[in-house]
């Protein structure tokens, strides 16, 4: 395990093993998930229409590990943050957090409990007639704590965020990254073992984000505060997250390491989530070409981790097969600090030749799915 201070509290980091060459992260064995919810199930009724959240959520989110939920719009992933803190009440379901379960409990000790849940919002959601200190205070004012400790942790934690020198700015004086950088920091006052992050970045411009991005990162990393990130965008997932759940449609379709789901989605919803940069070049691609018809064969995106990254798998099949092979679109990446590559490629040729060339780039390791 590993230990950093945070004002005077010392906070112990998870004891969650990621593996560095693949980033698949283990279970830390005999520990309890620091959030657990159980068949959780929202309804929503309006003007006599029902419009169903949540059906049947459940998911373990591990100590110290930083957990995506990914899905298109209205899949229900706010909800499901919001019955998180119980800012809106499952129909069905129970929750814990740090092994209190929060569905069991009265207004006053929820009040209580959810101290140990920090939230971070898209719009920041900051005080604007309050300095950054202020803001920072806020929640630390509200629970009674003595002035001068109030003092010591929001000077420690602007400084950690790297706002050390703005805390007499307002909001309006701020950059959306930097005010987002004071909602971390709020967030972060009570000492909360988890922080549940809506869409923290998708107000932000894409340089602003990755410093976010990194931040929260450290945060989890070396301070060991678990983290659940809900966002519509991939590359979020990809960039900090250690595992992830793809939602749709209310429903929890898939849920794995970040790097098995992004590069063999198993449920339709991760593909379609994981195809959309490929899908959406594929269509501009033949747009482009102004009636120019789609390249002959079936579609397939391969993906490239590890050793077989170094195989000239193209030339081989096309030596060995009679098949012809169009790339369609190529994209080096990285899922955390594992790179991999991945090409969506048109194979045409008499079936079974193509179907024996998937195969045996398979059995060399590159991961191989069809889209059409
Ligand atoms: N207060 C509400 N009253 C009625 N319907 C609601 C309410 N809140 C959410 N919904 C509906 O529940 C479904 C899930 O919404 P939710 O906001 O949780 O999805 P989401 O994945 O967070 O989408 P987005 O990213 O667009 O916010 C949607 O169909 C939405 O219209």
């Keep these: ?3 950093d201070t945070v004002g005077s509290e010392t906070t112990w980091a998870a004891p ?23 068949g ?5 009724r309006q003007g006599g229409r029902e ?39 499952p129909d069905r379901g129970r929750v814990w957090v740090d092994g209190v379960e929060l569905t069991a409990l009265g207004t006053g000790r929820l009040r209580e409990a959810r101290r140990r849940i920090g939230m971070v919002f898209q719009h920041f959601n900051l005080l604007h007639s ?29 400084d950690l965020v790297g706002l050390a020198g703005r805390a007499h700015a307002y909001p309006s004086q701020l950059s959306g990254g930097q005010r987002q950088r004071v909602g971390i920091a709020r967030a972060l ?8 992050c809506d869409e923290p970045t998708s107000a932000l411009d894409a340089e602003t984000t990755s410093q976010i991005l990194a931040l929260l990162r450290r945060i989890n990393r ?7 990130i809900i966002t519509h965008e991939l590359p979020v997932v990809q960039a900090i997250c250690d595992r992830v759940a793809v939602m749709a449609d209310g429903r929890v379709e898939e849920v794995g390491d970040t790097i098995s789901v ?20 594929l269509a501009q691609l033949v747009q482009e070409a102004d009636g120019t018809p789609q390249p002959a064969g079936r579609l397939f995106r391969l993906a490239f981790l590890g050793p077989v990254a170094e195989r000239p798998v193209i030339s081989e099949v096309l030596r060995a097969f009679d098949v012809t092979i169009n790339i369609v679109h190529g994209n080096v990446d990285r899922i955390g600090r594992t790179p991999f590559g991945t090409l969506v490629v048109a194979i045409d040729g008499e079936p079974r030749q193509v179907e024996a060339a998937v195969q045996t780039m398979r059995s060399w390791g590159v991961e191989v799915v069809a889209w059409q």
């Design 40 to 44: 959780l199930c929202k309804t929503f």
């Design 130 to 158: 309050r300095t950054v200190f202020g803001n920072v205070a806020f929640p630390l004012e509200i629970a009674g704590i003595p002035r001068a400790r109030i003092r010591a942790r929001v000077m420690e934690l602007l």
């Design 222 to 228: 070396e301070l060991g505060i678990t983290m659940l």
């Design 189 to 196: 006052a009570p000492e909360p073992r988890v922080l549940l």
């Design 16 to 38: 969650i093993e990621v593996d560095e060459r693949d980033g698949t992260a283990a279970r830390p064995e005999g520990v309890a998930a620091t959030v657990r919810l159980e």
């Design 1 to 3: 395990m590993r230990a």
């Design 262 to 281: 992004l590069t063999r989605p198993r449920s339709a919803a991760a593909r379609r989530l994981v195809g959309a940069p490929a899908a959406r070049a």
């Design 51 to 89: 419009v169903v959240a949540l059906r049947d959520v459940s998911l373990e989110v591990w100590p110290g590990e930083s957990f995506g939920i990914i899905g298109l719009s209205g899949a229900g992933k706010s909800t499901l943050v919001r019955c998180i803190n119980l800012l809106e009440r």
